[in-house]
């Protein structure tokens, strides 16, 4: 068949299939019409405009990740790598390695206790749950490597009212305003120093049913903790954490809805999320 031949043959082929499209779309319109005035379509006109004017202020908790976001052992968390380039091949690709724990991440029961709970099998009930944030940012002002203790969490409950079931309790130090400057990470001489849970907190924590925790700092565990106490004794309880968080300053000590975006690798131990607050 000749080119010219071919090209009309496509650009007929093209005009009818947009005629019958169109044809269709009519016939779909019409047909919405007439059911939405015979109160039919009402249901389904509806259902998208509600779902559209939530209520409520969205905040991401999630800081942005690079490979010079501060890490635990300061090695960079992402490196990217051109796999597809827009110029030679029309559309961009990266070729992604990522460390598990860096960035805005999870911490499952798996990191730390064996045969644990993994990211993929966390149970997504407790991935959407009522945020309750204890603030010890005067705490951390005065000592870098500052806890929440019980009795914080005991004054929190004394303000507030009861932790509800499935929450997460997250620690505000101020830290968050820090990254990525490597003062998120540690002093001036190297040494790693930053506010986290004390485990008398987490112990009481355990109590109320709460199902996880969260810092705005690199570990659930303070900077200068000598044996990982908290990751040793909640994690193995069949809870998570989520380290790293930001714009905790942005939400109330309790209302807050928080969705976490947790990854699904099979038999991850946790991984890079995406972390928002609806308030």
Known sequence: MCNACLIETIKSSMLSRRSLFTGAAAATATSLATGLAAGLGAGLIGARPALAQVAGKVVDLTHTYDGDFPTFDGKPGILYEVDKDFAADGYHLFK??????????????????EGGTSVDALPVENLVCPLCIVDITAKAAEDANATVEAEDIEAWIAANGEIPAGACMAMRSGWGARAPDASFRNTPDGTLAFPGFGKSATDLLMDTGAASIGVDTLSLDPGNSPDFAVHYSWLPSGRFGIEALANLDQLPPTGATLFIGAPKHRGGTGGPARVLALI
Not at 96 to 113: A, K, N, V
């Open 96 to 113: 992604l390695t990522i460390f598990e724990h860096t960035g805005t991440h999870i911490d499952t029961p798996l990191h730390f206790s």
